[in-house]
């Protein structure tokens, strides 16, 4: 099914029935500030499962997941006076950071290390959904088997069909990976250089 949601401001009666799929384990594409995102509930264990089966993703590869804003991030992760000040320069914005996971995130989602990668994308459909659900929403990109990336809402839903229960159409992407960088112990590395400036770090 697809969805047409307006990227400005959202159609709430469209992201509460967005919100009620996730609920119930459904598989959802939804565009980012980065690439269009394939997710689910962060508290579904079943539909992360479904993910990794149609990323054919190894479990030792956690994914990482969106929140709302920074007060949602504390919650599922340990945040330093550095870390918290870091990313309120930089976030809504296209970075994932790598923060210590906090006890509310599910083991399959934690490194070996524990540590979890979170964004807060610079997308108000995607912040929309999370708020509408009230947990963070995994966050992987929609690829082919190859790794090429859709840029495209219906090329999405033609692809994987009745494996997603829903695809929202926001419009277009910026088709670029999102900067990672580990605020781990307050030193910051540079994971990998993606859309977000890293010079300041």
Known sequence: MLYTINADNPQQRLIGRIADILKKGGLIAYPTDTYYGIGCDIMNKRAIEKIYLLKQRNKNQPFSFICANLKNISQYAKVSNYAYKTMK???PG???FILPG???VPKIMLTKRKT???RVPANNICLAIV???GNPVISTSATMPDGDVFHDASLIDDHFGSRL???IDGGPV???PSSVVSLEDD???IIREGLGDVSLF
Do not use: F, H, M, N
């Open 174 to 176: 910026a088709g670029k």
């Open 102 to 104: 906090s006890k509310l």
């Open 187 to 189: 030193v910051p590395e």
């Open 165 to 167: 229960d829903t695809v």
């Open 131 to 133: 708020e509408a659900l």
């Open 94 to 96: 296209p970075y994932t």
């Open 89 to 91: 320069r930089l976030l």
């Open 116 to 118: 979890a990668g979170i």
